[in-house]
């Protein structure tokens, strides 16, 4: 990341307005408030952004199965969500911190559906976070300590390895009593910023209250400075998500597609060589579309037939496939990883119109919606065809670039 970040601590949900604060060298620099469609001054799409995300959008447990490796841990993951998860394994992202003390990690699990709509929310601003977290999971804690933080309506609460959540302020007093109630002995202190003694105590017995170090500071700036660190104990569900296990469904066409990009990528730029278009530029999309295909593609030792190498790629993609990529063009791949349930089923180079002809589909008519815009927003001048309804999604194609 570069010295200046974005981070948007998100209201309860996608469509409330947002607090965001710009963060240069650890210092803020400018905050605020922004609603769905606004853009925050001297954001260019590419700008560094961390999305905070509340809490009770998500389950976040811990997990004490020993793990030797992050794969494993998101497998362990899933185990641990089995029995409570209302939507299905294959439509959840699991997400898994870094292990702490005895191995011991935390895991979260968010549903696809909720994430791609906090995503949406994200690229309607032209912004593209690149990393996700609960706010809960971003309070330290030390050990025999709880950190409780009022951030507006929500309450934030953790306990370090014992566990964290969010919950509505109002149901905080008696929630952290019971709570307390069930650690026992484990918890013995409790730091608070943003409430008091007076309105807390009743509930929480004998524990001892002090104020937080950071008990001034205003919350959303203290959380925005708390995920700008990115701490590796909490679980980000943009790096889960781009590794999603290969179970997933989206797994193999999420393969096929970045492929499926790079090979129009290709017929560009060797359009571009044949003098279609500017030369430098067509260089710079194959040099471009080389380094996607070596990443997508990391056991290619040698490229001596780009083209012929991605279509054999292509070719041999199975539903099983791992390490999915989106790949190649900044306009295309932006807008494909804002919108996860948006398929791109084809892209075709028309040769003499100089025209790049996709396909794209969804189950979800409102976030295909969503990315067509998106697509006018980057592109400019876009021709889309009529929407269609071809085995259960809604289909439509769209013609890009042209003399």
């Known amino acids: 990341m570069s010295s200046a970040v974005i981070i948007l601590v998100a209201g309860n949900t996608p469509a409330e307005p947002m607090a965001w604060v710009r963060l240069a060298g650890g210092s803020v620099a400018a905050s605020g408030m922004i609603s769905a469609g606004e853009t925050i001054r001297g954001s260019g799409a590419g700008a560094d952004c961390i999305l905070v995300a509340p809490g009770f959008d998500a389950q976040l447990r811990r997990l004490e199965t020993p793990t030797r490796s992050s794969p494993q841990a998101r497998a362990a993951a899933a185990h641990l969500f089995r029995d409570s998860l209302a939507t299905d394994a294959a439509e959840t992202v699991f997400a898994v911190g870094e292990a702490g003390a005895?191995?011991?990690?935390?895991?979260?699990?968010?549903?696809?559906?909720?994430?791609?709509?906090?995503?949406?929310?994200?690229?309607?601003?032209?912004?593209?976070?690149?990393?996700?977290?609960?706010?809960?999971?971003?309070?330290?804690?030390?050990?025999?300590?709880i950190d409780v933080m009022r951030l507006g309506e929500r309450t934030l609460v953790s306990a370090g390895e014992l566990g964290a959540f969010t919950m509505d302020s109002d149901l905080a007093p008696a929630v952290l009593g019971q709570w307390i109630a069930q650690l026992g002995s484990a918890i013995d202190t409790a730091y608070l910023h943003g409430w008091?003694?007076?309105q807390l105590a009743p509930q929480l017995g004998a524990v001892r209250f002090e104020a937080s170090a950071a008990a001034e500071e205003d919350p959303v700036i203290r959380i925005a400075k708390l995920a700008a660190a990115r701490p590796p104990h909490a679980p980000d569900f943009v790096a889960a998500a781009q590794r999603a296990p290969t179970a997933s469904p989206l797994a193999s066409w999420a393969l096929v597609a970045g492929l499926a990009v790079v090979a129009g990528l290709i017929q560009i730029g060797l359009a571009a060589v044949d003098g279609l278009r500017d030369t430098d530029a067509a260089q710079a999309v194959l040099a471009a579309a080389e380094a996607e295909f070596r990443e997508a593609r990391p056991e290619v030792k040698r490229i001596a037939n780009l083209r012929a190498q991605v279509t054999g790629a292509l070719n041999a993609a199975k539903p099983q496939a791992a390490n999915p990529v989106i790949a190649a063009s900044p306009m295309i791949s932006d807008v494909l990883e804002l919108h996860p349930d948006v398929q791109l089923d084809e892209v075709r180079l028309d040769a003499p119109g100089r025209t790049v002809e996709l396909r794209l589909s969804s189950l979800l008519q409102p976030q295909l919606d969503s990315a067509i815009e998106g697509l006018r927003e980057v592109a400019g001048r876009i021709d889309v065809g009529p929407m269609q309804a071809v085995d259960g999604r809604t289909s439509i194609s769209v013609s890009m670039g042209g003399a």
């Not at 979260?108 to 996700?132: H, I």
């Open 102 to 145: 005895n191995d011991q990690r935390r895991a979260a699990a968010m549903s696809r559906a909720r994430l791609a709509a906090w995503l949406a929310r994200c690229g309607s601003m032209r912004l593209k976070p690149q990393a996700v977290y609960l706010d809960c999971s971003l309070l330290p804690a030390p050990a025999g300590a």
């Open 196 to 198: 008091t003694r007076e």
